[in-house]
């Protein structure tokens, strides 16, 4: 009797010991862990270039890229930058999301629709979004219009199919639940309905402006006179490596500032199931 | 009283899955059908809750017909099919949306006593084992005070233990609202704990056989020689209800037998 009893004694500091070092390697010292191979390959070019190994002519250590990005920040001109991409990608999101959940709810709910529109769509969504340009351009000038119309293509497609997925696979079980307690079809779709497709809503709306970030790259690259893209072709054109850097970790950030801005406001709204994650 | 009246169901299929059936469940009986799967026992349940359209043949409620979802009839489906966005009290409230908010909350609470839940009110579905879910299913039912309930293999799935509890919690409700329950089960002792009669279903097409009449007293002892003698009589009814038809003699529903 005694045997199993000197075993668990001698279990119990083990586990939590191991429970321990996995709540300290799960929280922050996963993140740090992250961090610790771009900050050594960071370190190690500017050590050499400062030491003259390097020139860093053609990537600049980080010293440098941080001085572009400061006299950029200081002199007010990343924010004009900042704010004319965001407000293409703000426009071209909110065109493209609003139609694609449109025609998504629509060819997925009223069949001859999807019979008539969901070919020609798809046929659509095979040429790629970049395709597109050319024609833009020739219809709407260089200004804004093209860029916007692009970003919206691009965050279109992935809205509709998966607006358009999230509906028809809407469990018709849950749905007949619904008509058991007779819900009026307005109610159903309220009650039932939006519930249910809404997380894959929020993943397409994520996708779409992932998306956007893409195409406002490609927009700005055909020709702007201010966004983080014309900061990209003005560093090449002067040969400016740190410019062009300084403006590639603005992307980075503003993307996923804007990402994270979506899921934060959305999250209340499939807290249900997010709790499942978690358990995951 | 449930009154159904050569009812018949043919899917667009050509499946013959109901022909000609013909019952009368008084108010506050509690009928168990039994049959193997493809009796159409599960359409039968449709139908009477309005879900599906019958080829031919009525029911009414009370003499008025149902000819869709109706206030006075519940179904408890074969899974607990719980909104998985709603907490558990959302989930047992789902139907009564339309009651005054503190009429809806007491009735709620009331419910998830009743079937042993009431801590778990703030719970999500996806928290709950599935013995809890189906009992949130069967608070979600009782809430709305139906008239008659329809309960479709409720508990085929759960563990032998649970599905003791869950009888249990069953009675308990059905004493408070004494609706009239019509139970789908493959289980015989199933159909001898809980129910006033056992009616035996027969497949291809879908149709009435033997009716058991269960006069036993609750609660029920499941090892009573009453209980064992309902059960023999069951299983009895069933054996004949697998032979041939013209083979074998055909008590119709009719006078049915006691045991
Ligand atoms: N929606 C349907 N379309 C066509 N045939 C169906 C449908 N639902 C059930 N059936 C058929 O009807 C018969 C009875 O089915 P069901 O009522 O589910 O039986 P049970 O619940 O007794 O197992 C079966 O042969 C089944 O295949
Ligand atoms: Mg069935």
């Given amino acids: ?214 195409f406002v790259v490609a927009a700005e690259l055909m020709g702007a006179s201010e966004g983080l893209g014309y900061l990209l072709v003005d560093g090449q054109q002067f040969s400016k490596p740190d410019q ?24 209340p709204l499939v807290r249900w199931q997010d709790t499942a994650r978690e358990t995951l | 009283m449930l009154s159904l009246q050569s009812l018949s169901k043919t899917y667009a299929d050509g499946t013959r899955a109901l022909e000609a059936i013909d019952l009368a469940v008084p108010n506050a009986e509690i009928v168990a059908l039994i049959g193997g799967s493809g009796c159409g026992k599960t359409t039968l ?24 979802p109706h206030p006075g009839v519940g179904l408890v489906f074969q899974e607990p099919r719980l909104l998985p966005w709603l907490d558990v009290a959302a989930n047992v409230g789902f139907g009564v949306s339309d009651l005054p908010r503190r009429e809806r909350a007491e009735r709620v609470a009331h419910a998830l006593e009743r079937v042993g839940l009431a801590e778990h009110a703030g719970r999500w579905p ?12 069967i608070a979600r039912a009782f809430v709305a005070n139906p008239r008659v309930l329809l309960l479709d293999e409720p508990f085929s799935a759960l563990d032998a233990f ?36 056992a009616i035996v279903m027969r497949p291809k097409p879908g149709r009435l056989d033997e009716s058991v009449a269960l006069p036993l007293r609750r609660p029920r002892d499941p090892a009573a020689p009453a209980s064992e003698a309902a059960t023999r009589t069951i299983l009895g009814a069933l054996d004949r209800s697998l032979r041939p038809r013209d083979a074998a003699r055909t008590p119709e529903l009719a006078g049915g037998s006691s045991f």
């Fill in chain 2, 45 to 68: 349940l449709r139908l009477v809750a309005g879900l599906d359209r019958p080829s031919a043949g009525r029911i009414a409620l009370d003499g008025e017909p149902i000819t869709g």
């Fill in chain 1, 1 to 214: 009797m005694s045997g199993p009893t000197v075993l668990l004694t001698d279990a119990a500091p083990a586990k939590a010991a191991s429970t321990r070092r996995s709540a300290l390697l799960g929280g922050g010292g996963r993140a740090l862990l992250g961090l610790l191979l771009p900050l050594l390959l960071a370190g190690a070019w500017e050590i050499a270039v400062a030491s003259g190994f390097a020139t860093g002519r053609l990537l600049p250590p980080p010293s440098r890229i941080g001085a572009a990005l400061w006299s950029l920040a200081a002199s007010g001109e990343l924010w004009t930058h900042v704010a004319a991409t965001l407000i293409r990608v703000g426009l071209g999101f909110a065109f493209g999301a609003g139609a694609g959940i449109l025609f998504g709810a629509l060819t997925a709910t009223l069949p001859p629709l999807r019979w008539l529109l969901d070919p020609s769509l798809q046929a659509l969504r095979a040429v790629p979004s970049l395709a597109w340009v050319p024609l833009f351009i020739l219809w709407f000038g260089i200004l804004e219009t093209p860029k916007v119309a692009l970003i919206a293509v691009g965050v279109f497609f992935p809205v509709y199919v998966g607006v358009a997925g999230a509906i028809a696979s809407v469990d018709r079980k849950l749905v007949e639940v619904g008509r058991i307690f007779r819900l009026s079809p307005l109610a159903l779709a309220r009650r039932i309905l939006l519930p249910a497709v809404l997380p894959a809503t929020l993943t397409a709306l994520r996708t779409g402006l992932g998306l956007g970030f893409l």
């Fill in chain 2, 162 to 197: 649970t599905r003791k509890d869950l009888h249990r919690h069953l009675l308990a409700l059905w004493e408070e609202v004494r609706p009239t329950v019509l139970i789908v089960t493959h289980d015989v002792s199933e159909a001898v704990a809980l129910a006033d009669r």
């Fill in chain 1, 244 to 267: 062009i850097l300084a403006a590639i970790i603005s992307f980075a950030v503003v993307g996923k500032l804007a990402d994270t801005a979506l899921v934060t406001l959305t999250s």
């Fill in chain 2, 126 to 137: 996806r928290e709950l084992s599935g013995g809890q879910q189906q009992r949130v299913s």
